[in-house]
């Protein structure tokens, strides 16, 4: 199991900072930096309502897809991290305002 802690509050995946969906997707194939890359699977909350309220019981994300072919940690299209974080805020209202702050560029 893989633990995502959000700033995006107003996700719909978001519970306390904690993403809920089984299976995130981190994106920016060819990022160069943290701001390049996004969390393809944020939901509005004011268009989609409240989906951590019946995901949260299922507990952190199973999963973290990843097609960020630039990053250290993407091991065949998948996080190898174990815990990474999202950035975002209580005023993010598409994907592409969010991002993956564990993004390392591969040397």
Known sequence: MSNVMCGATNCSYN???VCCANTIKVGGK??????STCCASFLNRSVYSNLAEYT?????????LCNVAT????????CSLDEIEVGGSSGTSFYT??????????S
């Open 15 to 17: 519970q306390e900072h």
């Open 97 to 106: 305002e969010t991002d993956c702050l564990s993004f390392e560029k591969l």
């Open 71 to 78: 990053c250290n940690y993407n091991s065949d299209d998948h």
């Open 56 to 64: 949260s019981m299922r507990g952190t994300s199973k999963e973290i």
């Open 30 to 35: 060819a990022a160069t930096n943290e701001a």
